[in-house]
């Protein structure tokens, strides 16, 4: 199994231009969510999904959109890339039941100059 | 809303010595309570997780955490670390049931020398 794949894994953007970082899961989980990583700050929520048509902002949504098209994508775009969104990105998933694991893609690092 | 304090950012251990890493949460409603361990340039693993039941938990590599409500902590424990034991470590939790949403708290560094 891939389990839960990130695209890319690195990324160099200007400031000002747009992209979208990719999250594919192979495991038909239901619940899918997107995490930046900074140092010395943990892991943040940005955005979350239960199922297909339906995300929710998480902690610190400002600057991402996402959606859900397919149980097994869940695509996150930057529309204004800015500095302060330099980070390690996380996507996650998991079943419906309670207290599943979440699986960890394994990250793609953004540098925005 | 829920969130998660780790005591410490950084702990420095020598091989086959008890660690302890602390984790303090606050929630207004019932909890389901996690650790990740992240190792160098990877992405995160489950260690444990508390839903229900016994407040001692038992994870994978020899960890193992209690949960006390009245104290609202969830520490993690391994009674002999060893170097392999080095990574990053996040208590975490859920916003929702599933335990996909999850509010993490700031990590601790567990380095582990010889």
């Known amino acids: 199994n891939a389990g839960v794949t990130q695209t890319p894994k690195f990324q160099v953007l200007k400031t000002g231009q747009s992209m979208t970082l990719q999250c594919a899961q192979d495991?038909?989980?239901?619940?899918m969510s997107w995490y930046r990583q900074d140092p010395g700050m943990g892991l943040r929520l940005i955005h979350y999904s239960v199922g297909a048509g339906i995300t929710d902002q998480g902690e610190v949504p400002n600057g991402y959109n996402v959606s859900r098209s397919t149980t097994e994508d869940f695509p996150l775009r930057l529309l204004s890339a800015a500095p302060s969104q330099t980070s390690v990105y996380f996507c996650?998933?998991?079943?419906?039941?309670?207290?599943?694991?979440?699986?960890f893609g394994q990250g793609t690092r953004l540098t925005v100059v | 809303a829920q969130s998660v304090t780790q005591l410490d950012s950084q702990v420095p251990v020598f091989e086959e010595a008890p660690v302890e890493l602390r984790c303090n949460y606050s929630?207004?409603?019932?909890?389901?309570l996690f650790w990740y361990v992240q190792y160098p340039n990877q992405g995160l693993q489950l260690l444990l997780k508390?839903?229900?039941?016994?407040?001692l938990v038992k994870g994978i590599n020899g960890f193992e955490a209690e949960f006390n409500k009245s104290q609202t902590s969830f520490h993690l424990r391994k009674p002999s670390v060893h170097i392999s034991d080095t990574a990053e470590y996040f208590c975490a939790v859920s916003v929702d049931q599933a335990g996909t949403a999850l509010i993490f708290g700031k990590g601790t560094t567990l380095s582990v020398s010889s």
């Open positions: 996650a998933s998991s079943y419906r039941p309670q207290g599943a694991e979440a699986f």
């Open positions: 929630s207004s409603v019932s909890v389901y």
């Open positions: 508390y839903l229900s039941g016994s407040t």
């Open positions: 495991m038909n989980h239901e619940y």
